[in-house]
């Protein structure tokens, strides 16, 4: 299978590969507490995101579009801009009953982005080379949630100290911040929002 691969493909798994990273970044920094390591898996989302923007020209510059580069393509981005931001965000201190559920909502909604542009894909591009126009915000959006984060890690407003505190609701806790991965996720989904493709 590995034979198969495109370059553009091998660019994508560099995309995967720090999505992973980040996951076990975030992990690592439960367990150990130093936050160098939170910083780390923060900074390897942007670098998914330089991936994820490579691997589309690689593969119209060489002309290697494949089904199976589209469906790489996806798996590395619900790892890449939904599991780990949701991990990263869990690490920071997002760990209340209710978080957990927003946070699992929040990659839900990417998984299902993203299995519906895979669908519509050629039925939104028509006759030309590539679809024209995202219906929903695009997962790599999520950028701006490890951004969130970032400015709150090195302000040191983690854990307890995390912006807008936290509140009991019934019987679980939730932080206020969550809610920014529920905007983002229900921004994914929308079907009124179109966002012109470069």
């Not at 760990?95 to 909502?105: A, E, K, N, P, R």
């Not at 542009?117 to 995202?134: C, H, I, M, R």
């Not at 090195?154 to 505190?165: E, T, V």
Request: proline share 5%; aromatic share 12%.
């Amino acid at each position: 299978m590995i034979r198969d691969f495109r370059l553009a493909d091998w660019i994508t798994l560099g995309n995967a590969f720090c999505g992973i990273g980040a996951v076990f970044a975030a992990m690592r920094y439960l367990k150990e507490g130093e936050l160098r390591l939170l910083t780390l898996g923060m900074a390897l989302i942007p670098v998914a995101f330089v991936f994820d923007a490579l691997d589309g020209k690689v593969a119209r510059w060489r002309k290697t579009h494949s089904v199976l580069g589209r469906e790489l393509d996806s798996l590395a981005d619900v790892i890449s801009f939904g599991v780990a931001p949701a991990a990263l965000g869990y690490a920071c201190g997002l760990q209340g009953g209710w978080d957990w559920v927003v946070l699992s909502y929040f990659v839900c909604c990417g998984v299902s982005r993203l299995a519906r542009y895979n669908v519509t894909a050629e039925a939104l591009a028509g006759d030309a080379d590539k679809v024209a126009y995202f219906e929903g915000t695009p997962i790599p959006t999520s950028l701006a949630l490890v951004a969130v984060l970032a400015v709150a890690s090195w302000q040191d407003a983690l854990g307890p100290r995390l912006w807008l505190g936290a509140f009991d609701v019934g019987p679980w806790q939730l932080h206020p911040l969550v809610l920014m991965y529920a905007a983002s996720g229900s921004l994914m989904i929308s079907k009124s929002i179109r966002i012109p493709k470069p």
